[in-house]
């Protein structure tokens, strides 16, 4: 099986600060893309923006879980009241709040790294040579990062500094661009991907497959965006159409939903549409961060938790689903004492808050015998499953009679057969398909987004009441979510962004 991406350390060029201007500036320099071994080599080290411990290494993983409104923490204390789940997990997070300013300060690192590469390199209109098509991988890949960086950024930000060109201290202070402006550019940014990747510099980096699907995930956001982002010539779900099925057939799903979160069967699966690679020498934090303690005889924190009404809906919905195991861990023989640990729903009385939800189990060790706290587990962005919903959902809203197919391959992976509301009606079907992303999904990456992305309405009926209004809900070890649209729709700009850049109020 192939590996996507391996994170290298450049020896005096990854060096970060809370400054986004890199010392020195991160490979922005000509000479770099003379060849094709340097260009390369900097192109790992551009992805090694996004794997960042701040990002798919440890605190994205955390602030998705926490803002996405199905988890909860134990970070901080053992109760509803933490400083995590009276911020981020009520989905109204201050500007103040330690991970809003960490995911960000990170995201804005990979777009100095890919603006670095596209100011300093230039592409070959009819490449050639070796190193010409290798450089215009190099590029179509900067690309690529840097329209998934903005994609983050405007999906959880929502208006944010649209940075182009490598910082300086002459350009540190920028206005936020509009919304409309920011999907504008991601998608330019896509195209020139698109254009330009061709696999010169190597299979262990993604294929533009990956380009296509990131591109359909801007045109869905779009679809149901207010009217002054969208363009209104444009026919957003058929646009998402267009280039997701370009990827659909090119992958496939593993056998084993369970295996695509071990660390000895998960990397670089047929499944894998875009993979970053932890190794030896730049492992992630997932081990201690999220793995239950005393799961195993490491030293290990268990930071998030599912809510238990998430939980429920899902084994609910699917008795017996297979990835119910897969995701979710409610019971374990504790390594340093051999009692028995149960928390809910195995542990059915929710009287505090240490056994009212059950562990988010996707990110944790599996072997119980580890003792290291670090892990070698590659950062799946995207994977085809990811892609069949989209299919799916989008098919409903274009109503091309396609919609259940893609669904059913999902299912049949897990041996489940469609739930009955997707021969309901259309609206029906668009209910059931969210959860899908919710039961294949969780915990990996989008769920932040894929609630919000609906707007609103729908997640003010499917996420905020569906919890305030559960018939489990206990104020005591739940956390009541915000009902204001201001506040849970949008995180607002971190204070050290605002504070250091003179134009933004």
């Keep these: ?4 991406l391996s994170i290298i350390v450049l020896s005096g060029l990854l060096m970060t600060s809370c400054s986004l201007e890199e010392e020195p500036p991160f490979l922005s320099d000509q000479n770099v893309y003379a060849d094709a071994e340097n260009a390369k080599a900097a192109l790992n080290g551009i992805y090694d923006g996004l794997a960042g411990y701040e990002m798919y290494s440890n605190v994205y993983y955390f602030f998705n879980g926490l803002y996405s409104g199905m988890m909860v923490s134990r970070r901080g204390g053992n109760n509803v009241n933490t400083q995590f789940n009276s911020t981020l997990a009520t989905m109204a997070a201050a500007s103040g709040e330690l991970n809003n300013g960490r995911v960000w300060t990170q995201i804005y690192r990979a ?3 890919a603006n670095g590469a596209i100011y300093s390199a230039i592409p070959t209109a009819d490449p050639s040579t070796d190193d010409e098509l290798v450089i215009n991988d190099v590029v179509g890949h900067a690309y690529f990062v840097r329209a998934f960086s903005y994609y983050m950024l405007v999906s959880i930000w929502g208006e944010v500094p649209l940075r182009l060109e490598p910082s300086t201290p002459d350009n540190t202070n920028l206005a936020v661009s509009t919304q409309k402006e920011i999907y504008d550019q991601i998608l330019l940014d896509c195209n020139m991907a698109d ?8 299979t262990s980096f993604p294929q533009v497959y990956a380009v296509n699907m990131l591109k359909a995930k801007v045109y869905m956001s779009l679809a ?4 002054d982002v969208q363009d209104g ?3 957003y779900w058929q646009a998402a159409y267009d280039e997701a099925i ?21 990397d670089g699966t047929s499944e894998s549409i875009f993979e970053l690679q932890s190794s030896d020498g730049a492992s992630h934090d997932w081990v201690r961060a999220f793995t239950p303690n005393n799961y195993t005889k490491a030293n290990t924190f268990g930071w998030l938790q599912v809510n238990a009404d998430f939980y429920n809906l899902h084994a609910d919905t699917y008795p017996g689903d297979q990835r119910i195991a897969a995701t979710y861990l409610s019971s374990w023989t504790q390594q340093n004492n051999g009692n028995i640990t149960n928390k809910w729903p195995v542990n059915s009385s929710r009287n ?4 009212a939800h059950p562990f988010f189990f996707k990110l944790a060790e599996k072997d119980v015998s580890n003792t290291s706290q670090v892990g070698n587990q590659n950062m799946i962005i995207f994977r085809y499953a990811d892609l069949l919903l989209m299919l799916a959902e989008i098919s409903n809203e274009l109503q091309n009679g396609e919609q259940l197919d893609y669904v059913t391959e999902v299912l049949n992976r897990v041996g489940l057969s469609p739930q009955a509301a997707y021969y309901g009606t259309q609206d029906d079907f668009r209910t059931a398909v969210m959860r899908e992303y919710q039961f294949e999904l969780l915990g990996e990456g989008f769920d932040c987004i894929n609630v919000r992305r609906r707007g609103f309405d729908w997640m003010k009926t499917h996420i905020i009441d569906f919890h305030n209004n559960n018939p489990i809900f206990d104020a005591s070890v739940d956390v009541t979510f915000s009902g204001e649209k201001d506040k849970v729709m949008e995180l607002p700009i971190p204070d050290a962004e605002v504070n250091a850049n003179q134009n933004i109020n």
């Design 1 to 4: 099986m192939k590996k996507i």
């Design 224 to 227: 149901t965006e207010s009217e």
């Design 352 to 355: 505090n808050f240490g056994n």
């Design 233 to 235: 010539s444009t026919n």
């Design 111 to 113: 777009v100095a790294r």
């Design 195 to 202: 254009s330009l990747i061709n696999g010169s510099a190597g």
């Design 246 to 266: 370009k990827v659909y057939g090119h992958y496939t799903l593993v056998e084993d939903y369970a295996e695509l979160f071990n660390e000895e069967t998960s």
